[in-house]
């Protein structure tokens, strides 16, 4: 499965961005989906993860309450609505898939996007 993440920007802190992560080549359905983030001088973080058909949802500590993972199979597109962002928020972003119901281990991922830079301002 290839993945194409998109919606990164440069946004004030407390705005909003919306992230989208385009699946192509097989169906989504069958994957759990992830979003991961890196900071600059930074290791590589889960962000957020849902299960193949949603039922489980896994949020870092940091973004529990202001970010939330979504996903559409049936239009193969998974999703970050990041809500109330702060400084701290600004990464690249990339969503990856693994072929389990849920993962939330980045050695579970076996496909990656590209990323996407996100810039909050203070």
């Known amino acids: 499965v290839q993945l194409q993440a998109s919606g990164g920007g440069l946004v004030q802190a407390g705005g909003s961005l919306r992230l989208s992560c385009a699946a192509t080549?097989?169906?989504?359905?069958?994957?759990?989906m992830g979003w991961f983030r890196q900071a600059p001088g930074k290791e590589q973080e889960l962000v957020a993860a849902?299960?193949?058909?949603?039922?489980?949802?896994y949020y870092a500590d940091a973004v529990k309450g202001r970010f939330t993972i979504s996903r559409d199979n049936a239009k193969n597109m998974a999703y970050l609505q990041m809500d109330n962002l702060k400084p701290e928020d600004t990464a690249v972003y990339y969503c990856?898939?693994?072929?389990?119901?849920?993962?939330?281990?980045?050695?579970?991922?076996?496909?990656w996007g590209q990323g996407t830079q996100v810039t909050v301002s203070s």
């Open positions: 849902i299960a193949r058909f949603g039922g489980n949802i």
């Open positions: 080549g097989r169906t989504i359905r069958n994957y759990a």
């Open positions: 990856a898939a693994a072929r389990a119901i849920i993962a939330v281990e980045r050695n579970d991922y076996s496909y």
